[in-house]
């Protein structure tokens, strides 16, 4: 087996062979740790049958580990100039196809369809740029994209705040959007010297799995979204203080809020953050007639 691309010698050689000078902007940061990199592949128990989608292969670091263990490999990467680089890295690799494309304009279900019908599942492995994490992820959740799950270096903040409780600090719109979908949990923590150059924040690794079912019944996805963002605009108020401000104007808005969470038997004055994901939806289903119809009639 070669060398792996990931050793800080092999980098810097890559990197000055090619003349690469980092984009911040990009969140370039690449991962000069191959230990790392084979416990993020572990963590995403790839087989032959397995598709995987990667975003920002970089200089392929990652890119080549997925490819020894899965049976293809479809990578995004936005920078242009990581193009001739990834062609040589990865030559030895035949299982692996380089969008030159940002994630967010890709057409995923496309992608899903022309590449990967013959395989059993297919899951995302990615070091992500951590200026786009989140649209990233709601882009393959709200996109309905079949995919069993997601193996995602972020940043540890965000990572905390996806996989935090009803109750605790961290806990938010995030969270729930998120674990609607997702059985989510932190897989490691990374330090920031395994990367190159190295970020600002720490990092971690997180695992998220799909759920075979939801864990509510909801009448519209989106409405639940907003009322649970609409919720925590400010955390330190009420859920019916902050629905007053984020909920369309209208004459009895306030009482028709008061009827909702009465309807429900729920405290107006309880916040945002001590309701579980089941407990925002059944409040969202009973704002839905008067504030989600209404405002599309
Ligand atoms: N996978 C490599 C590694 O682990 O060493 C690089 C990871 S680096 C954190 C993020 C990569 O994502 C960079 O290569 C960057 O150019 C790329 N990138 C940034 N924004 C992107 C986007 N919107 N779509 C696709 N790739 C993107």
Redesign the pocket.
Known sequence: MRKDI?TPVRTKEILDKYGFSF?KS??????IDPNILRNIVSHAELTEKTGVI??????G???EHIARSAGKVVA????GR?LPVLEDTLSPYNNVTIVH????EADLAQVVEEHFTDYDDVVVV?????Y?TTPIIMKFLLGKVPISGMVIMMQKEVADRITALPGTKAYGSLSIAIQYYMDAEVAMIVPKTVFMPQPNVESAVLHLTRKDKAPAHVLDEDFLFEISRGSFVQRRKTILNNLQSSLPKGKEKKQQILDAFEKIDMDPGRRGETLTIEEFAILSNALYEDFFVAKKK
């Open positions: 990931a984009k990009l969140g370039q940061n690449f991962l990667e975003i920002g292969p970089g200089i670091a990652l890119t995004f990467e936005i920078d990581l494309q940002d994630i967010l990615a070091n992500l740029p951590y786009v």
